[in-house]
């Protein structure tokens, strides 16, 4: 079984940062890419940043130059850097990875719980 686990919501005013962290535990072969997505109440969820094992990255325009996602892959870990929130990031924020648990396994896509980030204006 893979598990991912987030950290590092909360509630923190405009202009603020967070760091949210999700790592990956269980049975791990390899890791093909990671991402975090949001939702915000009554909205679908959305992509905010993925992250390829070899680093390419790919960000919503709406954090373009705002957020960074880096990834440790030792530590299968994710991480997503947010400056400068705005009231409109409040949402819950998902982890994704794609991970393949066997050399010979296909690749599936596991989600973590959800952590809240808040910004109050």
């Known amino acids: 079984q893979v598990q991912l686990v987030e950290s590092g919501g909360g509630l923190v005013q405009a202009g603020e940062s967070l760091r949210l962290s999700c790592a990956a535990s269980?049975?791990?072969?390899?890791?093909?890419?990671m991402g975090w997505h949001r939702q915000a109440p009554g909205k679908q969820r959305e992509l905010v940043a993925t992250?390829?094992?070899?680093?390419?990255?790919n960000y919503a325009d709406s954090v373009k130059g705002r957020f960074t996602i880096s990834r440790d892959n030792a530590k299968n870990t994710v991480y997503l850097q947010m400056h400068s929130l705005k009231p409109e990031d409040t949402a819950v924020y998902y982890c994704?990875?794609?991970?393949?648990?066997?050399?010979?396994?296909?690749?599936?896509?596991?989600w973590g719980q959800g952590t809240q980030v808040t910004v109050s204006s």
């Open positions: 994704n990875a794609e991970i393949q648990e066997g050399r010979y396994y296909v690749p599936y896509d596991y």
């Open positions: 992250i390829s094992s070899a680093g390419n990255t």
């Open positions: 269980g049975s791990i072969f390899s890791i093909i890419a």
